[in-house]
Structure formats: structure tokens, C-alpha cells
């Protein structure tokens, strides 16, 4: 009996000695309390940084790189509501400087009451007729591949003007007057003019050039969106990299370093996130604020274009954080995660017991792999990591992408560095 009482004081008193190590152990320590917290201002100020330096990316990139930027308003030429809203200014424009009493000099007298009469029908009256089929004249300009031709080449040309107008210096084919971005139709009138001419509609050619803008932003806050341009344009691609290099020593100052990852994943992908969704709101904001001359459907489609990279890169950074976040949770130590690489290395085991009875041999890699598995680990993650980087303009697929081939490259190394089956029935044998 007191050998029994001895044992169970015994075990009483390593149970308290290991409940005590083990508040001891969950209680950090100051230092470590300090390093939680500067972590965590870290992490949380490059999260903030993310829709900053998405901004500052495109804007270095669209604005600043005229070959990403022609590429970016080119397919506007095809749009249809920006074909009827330049259409309609166009027309607009030349009507302005028709004279309808020009149209019946050729006409006898006592015939034009009938002419008139005659083209009213066209459209309820002369005027009306004339305007209809100057806007279809218009409307085959700018439905034509000379369209296309005339607008790419023109946005090229004044791609420099964008950014003096943005920056508030210099002058151009585009500019900034009363808080609204336009651009010269010039080009596009004179083309008209040249169609109403060949169609016999003679008059038009003594119609002077023509100056008149097409709204391509229009906003009460021009000034202070140079003013952040140019902020912008001073921090260039420093943000974004500033951005994860926060992220990243928040991680390494941490004391639980893969919950950390995963937490920080989480949250650049839910700054991204909300950046599309400010980006979605402004849009609406933005397109009930425009005048009524500004055509509605138009102005959406320049919006939709000038942002497509933003939203693009919205998309990639929220579809990189969940993967980052994913990927650091399945190598954690929690159930879920452990009976998830169990299935995964029972279906590779078992596809390389089906392998060794159909005769394939590994020959002598697959010691080489098993000898070697945490190094090659670790290259093929910096190969993705490296081919990401070097990506031209990574999208979320391009990140699907590299993470499903980096699963199959570690399929590959887990088949190869598998034991035969026949090694583990010899050595059950020895056993």
C-alpha cells in the first residue's frame, strides 16, 4: 500500500510539474511580447501598403509605358457604345457647319419646296435627314479598320499628352480643361467629311476644320488626382516591393511564424480584395456624377479599359495570398492538415507499388531523390517563386497555374523518392 500511495503522489506531482511547464510555455515571455507586437504593426502596415502599391504599379505601368498603355485603350476602337458616342459628337460637329440653303443652290426654285418636302420624310424634316445621314456616314468611319488605325495611332501619339495633362505641365492633343480630360475628334471629322463628299453630299467639303473633344474623363477633383499622380509616380515600384518587404520581416519576428504566414496571406488578399471592390463602387459613383452630355455607356467602357490592369492585378494578388495561405496551413501540424498529407502520400505510394509490379524501375534516381527530397523541395519552390517574379504581368491563373505545377513536380519527387515495394516485403521478411 504505500508503494501505491508513492506512485500516485508520484504521478500527482508530474502532472502538476507538467501542467505548470505548460502554462510556463503558453505564457510569452516580454521579449517575446515586443516581437508579437512589433510584428504585428508590420504585418498590418504592409497590408495597408497593398492597394497603395497595386495603384503605384499601374500607374508606372499604364501611364508610364506607352506600348501598355496603347494596348490598353486599343480595343475602345471596337467598342460599340464608344463608336455611338463618338459617332453622335461627330455629327454633331459637321452639322454644325452645314448650311442647308447650300443644299438646294442646285435646285430650281420652285422645285425645292418639293425636295424638301421629300427629304423630310427622312427623318420628320430637311435637317433631320441631313443629320441622319451624316451620322451614318460617321458611323461607318468609325466602324472601319481606319478607325481602329486612326485611334490606336492617335493614342499613341498622345500618350506623352496623357501624362502632361495628368501632371499638370505642357500641352497636347489631350488636356485637362474645367476638371475634364479630352481629346481632339479633328482627325475622325475629317474623315467623315471626306465620305460625305464621295457620297455627293458636295457641301460638306466646304466645311472648315473642325476642333471639337470627346470626354474621356471628366471629374470635380482633377486637381488632386495629379497631385496623387505625381505622388505616385515619385514612389513608382518601391511601394508594392516596401509592401511585402513589411509583410515579410513581420513574419520572421514572429514567434509562431506559420500562423503568422497564413494570417498575413490572409490579410494582403482582403486589402487586394477591398481595393476591387473600392474600384467597383467608385465606378458607379463616378458615372452618376458625369454631366449629360457625357455619354454614360462610353465613359463606363474608358473606366472599364483604363482599370483593367488594376483589376487584373486585384485579382492575382487576393488568388496569391489564399494559395500562400492554403499551402502554409496543409504543412501545419493540424488534423485537417495531417490526414490531407496522408492521402496525398498514400495515393503516391500506392501509384508506385502499381509502378514496381508493372515492372518500372527508378533505377539509381530514386535513391539519389530520397537522399536529397528537402533540397529538391526547396528548389522547385524557388523556381516557381523565381518564374512568377520574372512573369510579365502575372495574372491569377498564371498563379493557378504555378501552383498546380509545383504540386506535380512534388508528385513527381514524392513517386521517385518512394521505397520500391519490393525493398519493403524484403525488409517485413527480415523483420
Known amino acids: 500500500m504505500p508503494d501505491d500511495e508513492n506512485q500516485n503522489e508520484l504521478a500527482a506531482l508530474r502532472a502538476r510539474v507538467a501542467a505548470l511547464e505548460g502554462e510556463a510555455a503558453a505564457r510569452p515571455a516580454p521579449r ?109 468611319v468609325v ?14 501619339a498622345v500618350h506623352t499628352s496623357v501624362v502632361r495633362a495628368l501632371t499638370g505641365s505642357g500641352d497636347g492633343a489631350v488636356q485637362i480643361k474645367n476638371d475634364t480630360v479630352t481629346v481632339d475628334l479633328a482627325p475622325v471629322i475629317d474623315r467623315v ?36 499622380f505625381r505622388l505616385l509616380q515619385v514612389m513608382g515600384l518601391w511601394l508594392p516591393v516596401l509592401a511585402v518587404l513589411l509583410v515579410v520581416a513581420g513574419v520572421l519576428l514572429s514567434t509562431h511564424r506559420r500562423r503568422t504566414v497564413i494570417a498575413s496571406a490572409i490579410g494582403v488578399a482582403v486589402a487586394a ?24 455607356p462610353a465613359a ?43 492521402m496525398w502520400n498514400s495515393g503516391i505510394d500506392a501509384t508506385r ?24 523541395t526547396w528548389i522547385l519552390v524557388a523556381l516557381a517563386v523565381l518564374v512568377y517574379v520574372l512573369w510579365d504581368h502575372p495574372t491569377a491563373w498564371v498563379v493557378v497555374g504555378l501552383a498546380l505545377a509545383l504540386l506535380f513536380a512534388f508528385a513527381v519527387v514524392g513517386f521517385l523518392g518512394a521505397r520500391p515495394a519490393d525493398a519493403d516485403e524484403e525488409a517485413s521478411v527480415r523483420t
Open 143 to 156: 466602324a472601319s479598320d481606319a478607325f481602329e488605325t486612326v485611334w490606336t495611332d492617335a493614342n499613341r
Open 273 to 296: 480584395l477591398v481595393l476591387g471592390i473600392a474600384l467597383t463602387v467608385f465606378r458607379t459613383v463616378y458615372l452618376n456624377a458625369l454631366p449629360d452630355t457625357v455619354s454614360q
Open 32 to 140: 517575446h511580447r515586443g516581437r508579437s507586437f512589433l510584428a504585428a504593426v508590420l504585418i498590418v502596415i504592409g497590408c495597408l501598403l497593398v492597394p497603395l502599391g497595386i495603384v503605384a504599379a499601374w500607374t508606372s505601368d499604364i501611364v508610364g509605358d506607352t506600348d501598355r498603355y496603347v494596348s490598353t485603350v486599343a480595343p475602345l476602337a471596337s467598342d460599340a457604345d464608344v463608336q455611338a458616342a463618338v459617332a453622335n459628337r461627330v455629327t454633331g460637329a459637321v452639322m454644325e457647319h452645314i448650311d442647308l440653303e447650300d443644299l438646294l443652290e442646285g435646285v430650281a426654285p420652285e422645285q425645292r419646296p418639293l425636295l424638301a418636302k421629300a427629304l423630310g420624310k427622312l427623318g420628320g424634316s430637311l435637317e433631320s435627314a441631313v443629320s441622319s445621314f451624316v451620322h451614318d456616314k460617321a458611323q461607318d
Open 193 to 228: 467629311k471626306e465620305r460625305l463628299v464621295d457620297s455627293g453630299l458636295t457641301v460638306a467639303g466646304k466645311i472648315p476644320e473642325i476642333h471639337t473633344d470627346f470626354t474621356v474623363v471628366k471629374s470635380d477633383d482633377i486637381g488632386k488626382v495629379k497631385t496623387g
Open 300 to 342: 463606363g467602357s474608358v473606366y472599364d479599359a483604363l482599370i483593367h490592369f488594376l483589376r487584373t492585378t486585384v485579382r492575382m494578388v487576393v488568388t496569391l495570398g489564399l494559395v500562400v495561405a492554403l499551402a502554409a496551413w496543409l504543412t501545419g501540424p493540424s488534423r485537417p492538415a495531417v490526414v490531407t498529407r496522408r
Open 353 to 376: 507499388t502499381a509502378a514496381d509490379r508493372a515492372g518500372l524501375r527508378t533505377g539509381p534516381v530514386g535513391p539519389f531523390v530520397r537522399r536529397h527530397r528537402t533540397w529538391i
